[in-house]
């Protein structure tokens, strides 16, 4: 039984969708951690062993940066990787009131020292899907949890490292956990905005489907009524059944050149079909190559209304020719018929001269040449790459 | 003439026979499905066989095994199809002729070019000929038998020209390229995924992209120059994935 497809936003898609989006954002977190321990190993008064272990780490989280770009980060990985950056984070507060001593920690109104560390963790524990799927409702709790920890820690560790703490002190540890709830805030923001890209994508497919749906019902189904219903007339039969074929193959014409490259074959051989009813041809070996979507719109319009040409003036037979030169295509119409004057071309409002201007559009461009012993012959050029 | 039809669509398949059989005077047997047309070959003795490229049966079995399980590219079984009845005719002492009566699509440009360039076929006829009628069939049988060359429009544009490279010099000519685009094929698409389906390390995967960009490029002149092969690379092995993945494609080229 052929597969029933599926156009439905569900948590499993959503959860894919921000795996692959947070997998290239990792190691970026992980510089950013770098770059805050090496600011606060210059900025901050530590001891010069302090400094140096300090800058040590930074270049750690470096290493660690560069392993989460070439392979994947802790997320990513999963597990005791996972467990290790949140020890990290949470372990920082204690190494840093060692560094920089007792009374020195959360002195500060601005923030305590290297209190930027947990941002980029914290960000990502609030959308990535680390949590399983059939225990989602405990997420919220353990999330806030989570972030009531990062936040009380560093009040904590002022109130059991001052005697006295003071407005500076208070005000320090408010920033900080004022900033540690903004980041995650924002990682709900990007949680929302991955859900957005998603269901975005899924009303993009929706769309195509309600296209490809409507034109079963309406064209497709339409010609079947129609053969049931002339069933006993042969003639009206063949000829229900050579519309339902155009139809048909009309649309799988259009899916063809919905994709960014389309394979070239498949484009003339369609044309052939369709033409090869009314027209002796020759038509070219196309093999595989492929050409980019406005090319290819290009080259069907012209095999179109060329083909449609020459049987409007009776020109058979007709020599398909194409070839590839220095990355330019060139595509060949020769018939036999009575030819017509180049100046058709000019004309605006005439399909030839509008498959002209889309050719320029393009880089190339649409002749007419002269052939002596009579008959027409068109030369279509496109190049097959824009930079060319 | 004595014709093999390896056809899977029942219906099709009665019809061809029927028509070839009165209006041709053919003797056509029909195999329904790859083993029957082998255990015919087998049998008995035929002038010509027509063969199909993808059978729709095989490729939904497929599709649902690469979905349902994750599958290597060097697992014996992938995906059957029509060149496995060809390459077996090709064994044949008194080999017979070989039509190739398909629709061209997309899926199948690869198929046909190989057919033509490896396995020498020269007779191919298409499946919605306009028509209606089974001469062009008919006629592609004529020639096949005859050992002569039989192209209709619709189908001979998927052949390839005189200039253009070969698979084998190309696509398939080295092994380590030939196993990557099976495992890009198959939706393993990192360097990492990729060395472990393969006996291959990570390094040599990412080295070898450029190379084998190059031979794309060879193979289809419309592919462009990129400093990042890989998105370009899965793009192409995903689109032609039942060619990459064919077990007789496979066997001729391990």
């Known amino acids: 039984m052929a597969e029933v497809p599926k156009l439905v936003l569900d948590e499993e898609l959503a959860r894919s969708t921000t795996r692959k989006l947070v997998a290239t954002l990792e190691s970026v977190a992980l510089l950013v951690q770098a770059g805050s321990i090496a600011l606060t190993a210059t900025v901050d008064r530590v001891t010069t062993n302090g400094q140096l272990f300090l800058y040590a780490l930074a270049f750690v989280h470096l290493l660690a940066a560069f392993g989460a770009h070439k392979t994947s980060g802790p997320f990513t990985r999963g597990g005791p990787w996972l467990a290790l950056w949140l020890g ?62 990062f936040v009380l820690e560093p009040l904590l560790l002022v109130l059991y490292l001052h005697e006295n703490p003071g407005r500076a002190n208070y005000s320090g540890v408010g920033a900080t956990a004022l900033t540690l709830i903004i980041a995650f805030i924002i990682g709900k923001a990007v949680g929302r905005m991955c859900a957005v890209a998603a269901e975005a994508q899924v009303r993009l497919q929706n769309e195509s489907y309600q296209t490809l749906f409507n034109w079963l019902h309406s064209e497709v189904k339409d010609r079947l009524v129609l053969m049931r219903q002339s069933i006993d007339l042969p003639d009206d039969l063949r000829e229900y059944v050579d519309q339902l074929e155009d139809i048909v193959m009309r649309g799988r014409g259009r899916m063809l050149l919905a994709p960014e490259r389309v394979p070239l074959a498949e484009l003339f051989s369609e044309q052939m079909r369709i033409f090869g009813k009314r027209l002796r041809l020759h038509a070219p070996n196309i093999g595989a190559l492929t050409v980019r979507r406005a090319v290819a719109i290009l080259l069907d319009q012209a095999l179109a209304d060329l083909l449609t040409n020459a049987v409007q003036h009776g020109a058979d ?39 002209r201007c889309t050719a320029r559009d393009l880089g190339g461009d649409l002749h007419h040449l002269v052939r002596p012993e009579g008959g027409a012959h068109l030369r279509l050029t496109v190049p097959l790459h824009p930079s060319l | 003439m004595r014709v093999l039809l390896v056809e899977d669509e029942e219906q099709l398949a009665g019809l061809a026979q029927r028509e070839l059989e009165r209006e041709y005077s053919h003797h056509v047997i029909v195999a329904s499905g790859l083993r029957d047309a082998e255990k015919h070959l087998g049998e008995q003795i035929f002038d010509v066989v027509v063969v199909d490229i993808l ?129 890009l094929a198959l939706g393993y698409h990192t360097a990492e995924e990729i060395a472990d389906v393969t006996p291959y390390a990570k390094k040599t995967v990412r080295n070898v992209m450029g190379d084998m960009l190059l031979e794309l490029r060879r193979v289809d002149l419309g592919v462009g120059d990129t400093k990042k092969p890989q998105p370009e690379l899965v793009r192409y092995a995903s689109s032609n994935r039942y060619f990459f993945l064919d077990d007789a494609v496979r066997k001729l080229y391990p």
């Open chain 1, 88 to 149: 990290a984070a949470l372990l920082m507060p204690l190494v840093m009131a060692h560094l920089v001593g007792a009374q020195e920690y959360g002195a500060s109104p601005a923030c305590v020292q290297l209190c930027g560390y947990p941002v980029a963790p914290l960000t990502i524990i609030a959308f990535y899907p680390w949590w399983s799927l059939w225990r989602a409702h405990l997420r919220p709790a353990i999330e806030l949890g989570i972030l009531a920890v």
């Open chain 1, 317 to 355: 037979p007709v020599e398909v020719g194409f070839e590839v030169n220095n990355g330019i295509a060139q595509l060949d119409i020769i018939d036999k018929g009575s030819g017509f004057p180049a100046s058709v071309l000019d004309r605006a409002t005439t399909s030839l001269h509008r498959l």
């Open chain 2, 55 to 183: 059978y729709d049966p095989l490729v939904t079995e497929f599709d649902r095994r690469r979905r349902s399980q994750p599958l290597r590219p060097t697992d014996e079984n992938l995906l059957a199809s029509g060149l496995s009845v060809i390459t077996t005719t090709l064994d044949i002492k008194q080999t017979p002729g070989i039509v190739i009566w398909t629709s061209g699509d997309p899926a199948r440009r690869l198929h046909l070019i190989f057919a033509y360039e490896d396995l020498k076929v020269r007779a191919f006829c298409s499946k919605r000929s306009g028509s209606g009628s089974l001469a062009p069939l008919h006629q592609a049988i004529e020639a096949a038998g005859a050992r002569r060359r039989y192209a209709d429009t619709i189908l001979g544009v998927y052949l390839p020209g005189r200039e253009s490279f070969a698979l084998s010099a190309t696509l398939l000519r080295e092994q380590a390229h030939r196993m990557f685009w099976r495992a």
